[in-house]
C-alpha cells in the first residue's frame, strides 16, 4: 500500500490587537492610501507585550487538534516554522510541545521566513510517508512586530502577528500530491534582520529591498506553481483554490492571472493580516475551510517565497 499523508483539522490565531493603517499613519510618514494601493493591507494583528510566537503557535495547535478530532497523545511529532523565535534556544517547537502537554515524540523549529509553513509540510510529509511518524502538528507562527524596524516606513506597514496549524496524519486516501522546494542564498542581502546571536548578539530589525523581492517572487512562484502542476500531470485550469502567501495583493492578482485562474479561486488574507510570514498560508487555509469554501475531493496549491530567498508550493487533494 502507498503510504499518503492528509491535512484532517486546521486551526489559527491571532492577536486581539488590530493596527489600522490610519494609526500608522500617525507614527510614520505613511498613508492609508499608499499602504491599500501598493499592498492591499488595510490593519493587522500585533501580539500584546508578553504574547510570544509559542503562545500564538500553542491556540492556532489547540484549534487544528479540535478540528481533527485528535488529542495531543495522538501526535508523535511537532514541525514548527518561525523566523521569530521566543528565545534563540530552546526550540518554539518544544515550547509549544511543553505547553500542549506532550512529553513523548519529537519537536523542532524549521526557519525558511516566509516559506516556512511549505517547507514544514514537506518536512512533515516526508516523515509520514519514509514511516517515521503517523501524525504530525505542523504549525506556522509568527510575531514579525518584534523585529520591524518602527520608524522604517518602507518595512514597518507590511508585516503583522499570528499563527495557523495544521494536523497532517498517514492515510489511504491522496493528501499532499508533492511538494517542492527551492533556496538561492545569493539573495539573502535583499531580506534579511540585521542581527542575530552570532553576528551582533543582539535580535536585530528587518531590512527589506522592497521592489528587487517583488520581481524575483513573480517569476519564482509562476515557475514553482507550474513546477508542481507538471509534477502531477495537472493544467493550470484544474486548480479550485490558490492559497498563496499572503505578501502583497498585487502579487496575488499578479499570479492568479498568470495562472488564469478567476481572482475568487484565491484565498486572500493580506487585506486583513497583512505579511504573517510563515503563518500567513496556515491562516488564510484554515479560514477558507471553516467558511467551507474548500471542499473534499478539491484542488488546492500553496505557495510562498521569502528571505533566503527561499520559495516552494505543495499540491494537496483536500
Ligand atoms: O514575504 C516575503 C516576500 N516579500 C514580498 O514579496 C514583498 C515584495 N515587495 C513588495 O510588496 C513591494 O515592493 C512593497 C510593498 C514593499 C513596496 O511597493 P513598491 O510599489 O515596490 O514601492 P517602492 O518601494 O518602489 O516605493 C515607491 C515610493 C518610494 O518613494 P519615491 O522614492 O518614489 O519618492 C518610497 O519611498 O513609495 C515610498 N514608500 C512609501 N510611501 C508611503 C515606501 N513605503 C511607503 C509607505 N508609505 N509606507
Keep these: 500500500m502507498t503510504i499518503h499523508s492528509r491535512i484532517s483539522g486546521t486551526g489559527s490565531f491571532l492577536p486581539e490587537r488590530i493596527v489600522t493603517n490610519a494609526e500608522l499613519a500617525k507614527t510614520v510618514d505613511t498613508s492609508d492610501e499608499w499602504i491599500v494601493e501598493r499592498t492591499g493591507i488595510r490593519q493587522r494583528h500585533i501580539a500584546a507585550e508578553g504574547e510570544t510566537t509559542a503562545n500564538i503557535a500553542h491556540q492556532a495547535a489547540l484549534r487544528a487538534l479540535d478540528a481533527a478530532a485528535v488529542s495531543i497523545a495522538d501526535i508523535d511529532l511537532v514541525v514548527l516554522a518561525t523566523a521569530t523565535p ?6 518554539t517547537a518544544t515550547k509549544v510541545q511543553s505547553l500542549l502537554g506532550m512529553t513523548h515524540g519529537a519537536a523542532f523549529d524549521i526557519q525558511a521566513v516566509c516559506s516556512g509553513f511549505v517547507y514544514a509540510l514537506a518536512i512533515a510529509d516526508n516523515f509520514i510517508k519514509a514511516g ?5 502538528l505542523v504549525i506556522g507562527a509568527e510575531t514579525f512586530s518584534r523585529i520591524l524596524d518602527w520608524e522604517d516606513r518602507t518595512t514597518c506597514v507590511l508585516f503583522g502577528d499570528g499563527g495557523g496549524a495544521v494536523v497532517l496524519e498517514k492515510s489511504e486516501k491522496e493528501g499532499i500530491l508533492s511538494t517542492h522546494l527551492h533556496s538561492d542564498g545569493r539573495y539573502g542581502n535583499l531580506l534579511y534582520v540585521d542581527g542575530g546571536p552570532s553576528t551582533t548578539q543582539s535580535v536585530g530589525h528587518l531590512r527589506m ?7 524575483h517572487a513573480v517569476v519564482n512562484l509562476a515557475s514553482v506553481v507550474d513546477e508542481s502542476l507538471a509534477a502531477n500531470n495537472y493544467q493550470r485550469s484544474d486548480i479550485d483554490w490558490l492559497v498563496p502567501h499572503q505578501a502583497n495583493l498585487r502579487i496575488l492578482t499578479g499570479t492568479a492571472r498568470k495562472l488564469g485562474l478567476a481572482q475568487d479561486r484565491v484565498v486572500v488574507t493580506v487585506d486583513r493580516h497583512a505579511n504573517t510570514s510563515a503563518a500567513s498560508i496556515p491562516l488564510a487555509l484554515d479560514e477558507a475551510v471553516r ?14 517565497m521569502g528571505g533566503g530567498f527561499t520559495w516552494g508550493a505543495a499540491l494537496v487533494r483536500w
Design 132 to 136: 517515521q511518524a503517523e501524525r504530525v
Design 86 to 91: 521566543d528565545n534563540t534556544f530552546p526550540s
Design 209 to 215: 529591498s522592497g521592489p528587487e523581492v517583488f520581481r
Design 291 to 304: 467558511d467551507g469554501r474548500i471542499q473534499e475531493g478539491q484542488l488546492v496549491l500553496m505557495e510562498a
